[in-house]
T-cell receptor
Framework: DTAVSQTPKYLVTQMGNDKSIKCEQN?????MYWYKQDSKKFLKIMFS???????INETVPNRFSPKSPDKAHLNLHINSLELGDSAVYFC????????????????FGEGSRLTVL | LAKTTQPISMDSYEGQEVNITCSHN???????ITWYQQFPSQGPRFIIQ???TKVTNEVASLFIPADRKSSTLSLPRVSLSDTAVYYC?????????????FGSGTRLQVQP
């Protein structure tokens, strides 16, 4: 079973469209994340949710809206897509964001490659 | 958040030891150092984590000097399958802001 799964794996769309990427984790983790990896391979966090509550929102345009129906799912909806949104989007999860002996290891999905034409 | 600097790329041959150094001059007292590995078309995967001195696991070793302003990931006897991008990440495990920007990583190419 895939621990963190994203769909779709590839997405090609036109500028101005609205699209969603779904993410599910079966690890029982409390925290989920969305990252964006650009063509230069920089991997930047966009959002983080802990038990369905938004805890990190990193200067992302409000065209991007995460939704967490439950702690095993974190979906990303993007409105009015622009050329600059083309990237690989990674979903990740971790056991919890707070201290203790937890290494904070992030478990990533395989990514969703979004191409905006 | 401590900014990290790594070499953009490195080349090696099978069987050699590879050392990748990461600079993090403004690392904070509570920050840990974590390394991830990313293969093409896959998400990053946790390799190793440390706070100071040396940490070793079945995959790699992590060396952290006393001032903690840098760290070195050591891969013993690399193989072709170690060709990947390696990311150094610095963050405070005690807050929710430990997992931010990974940077551009170091692309390791292992030749036969």
């Amino acid at each position: 079973d895939t621990a963190v799964s994203q769909t779709p794996k590839y997405l090609v769309t036109q500028m101005g469209n609205d699209k969603s990427i779904k993410c599910e984790q079966n690890l029982g983790h409390d925290t989920m994340y969305w990252y964006k990896q650009d063509s230069k391979k920089f991997l930047k966090i966009m959002f983080s949710y802990n038990n369905k509550e938004l805890i990190i929102n990193e200067t992302v345009p409000n065209r991007f809206s995460p939704k967490s129906p439950d702690k095993a799912h974190l979906n990303l909806h993007i409105n009015s897509l622009e050329l600059g949104d083309s990237a690989v989007y990674f979903c990740a999860s971790s056991q919890d964001p707070w201290g203790g002996r937890n290494t904070g290891e992030l478990f990533f999905g395989e990514g969703s490659r979004l191409t905006v034409l | 958040l401590a900014k990290t600097t790594q070499p953009i790329s490195m080349d090696s041959y099978e069987g050699q030891e590879v050392n990748i150094t990461c600079s993090h001059n403004n690392i904070a007292t509570n920050d840990y150092i974590t390394w991830y590995q990313q293969f093409p078309s896959q998400g990053p995967r946790f390799i190793i984590q440390g706070y100071k001195t040396k940490v070793t696991n079945e995959v790699a070793s992590l060396f952290i000097p006393a001032d903690r302003k840098s760290s070195t990931l050591s891969l013993p006897r690399v193989s072709l399958s170690d060709t990947a991008v390696y990311y150094c990440l610095v963050g405070d495990l005690n807050t929710g802001r430990r997992a931010l920007t990974f940077g551009s990583g170091t692309r390791l190419q292992v030749q036969p």
